[in-house]
């Protein structure tokens, strides 16, 4: 009996990567401006602020990748322009909310590192640290936000709570996000057209388990 179409190796590769180059240029349309301030200016501490002001929109197009390849790790299929652009919409106010206080942070952060280590270097470390956190943090915040609604507070200390609780899943997303980094310094032609949906795709596959965990956790509390 021969394998149906729909479940041949082929196929299954090219809805894939046909919902990875989709979802991808979705996230790269939405941050144009970053992107061409990012090929046309030096990539300098004098121009920080021109960054910082170009990736404030960069939110929600996150957790829409995010969101639509979420899907497609549950569901094996997914519709990304319906699916990003639904998601973009669902969930833009609350992550503009959370990203433009994180990414203030984060910007702080690297300006307090770069000031310490010009003129009080054994401070710099503290900064660093606290700017690691800040990033940890983030990789699970984001993430939440596609799958659950939470208030912001509760947002950060369930963030906080998940990078200890799941730490295996923590060490796999980081080496993630550095591979694919690596993979797109090395070879930025190609990785350009899949980057940002593939550590999405990999970062929502990796927190299956949490997920489970959390909504097993809100249902009990429901009861």
């Not at 550095?178 to 940002?196: E, K, Q």
Request: proline residues 4%; contains cysteine; aromatic residues 22%.
């Amino acid at each position: 009996m021969s394998t149906p179409m729909m479940d041949r190796p082929i196929y299954m590769m090219t809805k894939y990567m046909y919902a990875f180059f989709v979802t991808n240029l979705y996230f790269l349309l939405c941050n144009l401006l970053f992107f061409i301030v990012y090929f046309l200016a030096d990539f300098t501490f004098q121009n920080i602020i021109l960054f910082y002001l170009t990736m404030i929109p960069m939110g929600p197009s996150i957790t829409a990748v995010l969101s639509a390849m979420g899907k497609l790790v549950r569901e094996k299929d997914v519709s990304p322009s319906i699916e990003f652009w639904k998601a973009y919409k669902r969930n833009f106010w609350v992550t503009m909310k959370y990203w433009f206080i994180q990414l203030t942070i984060i910007f702080i952060l690297i300006i307090d590192i770069y000031y310490a280590t010009t003129r009080i270097n054994f401070i710099s470390p503290l900064f660093f640290l606290f700017l690691l956190a800040s990033l940890f943090v983030m990789m699970y915040a984001l993430p939440v936000i596609t799958r659950f609604e939470v208030k912001l507070k509760n947002l950060l200390i369930v963030s906080i709570y998940s990078n200890f609780k799941f730490f295996k899943t923590t060490v796999l997303n980081v080496s993630s996000i550095v591979a694919f980094g690596f993979t797109f310094y090395f070879f930025p032609s190609i990785g350009s057209l899949f980057f940002v949906s593939l550590i999405g795709f990999f970062i929502m596959f990796n927190l299956q388990v949490p997920f489970r965990h959390m909504e097993n956790e809100m249902s009990e509390k429901n009861k």
